[in-house]
């Protein structure tokens, strides 16, 4: 028996479906959808601040069957 649940990361140059399409080949369905920002450290004078650059999706599967 393999692991019942995995992580699935969307990747730069992939859709959202084309992720779900390659966790149903490998067996797995969504079971969460988890989404986080990506911050870029911008500094103006003596102020640091982090600026949304984008954002990071990563589905939790679980296995068919």
Sequence with gaps: MGKSKLTFEVQE????GECIERM?????????RIEKPIFQEV???DQTTYEP???????EAK???
Excluded: A, D, H, W
């Design 43 to 45: 500094i103006n004078n």
């Design 63 to 65: 296995e068919n069957g």
């Design 13 to 16: 140059n992939e859709s959202i």
């Design 24 to 32: 149903k080949k490998l067996g797995y369905s969504p079971t969460r």
């Design 53 to 59: 650059i984008g954002r990071q999706i990563i589905f």
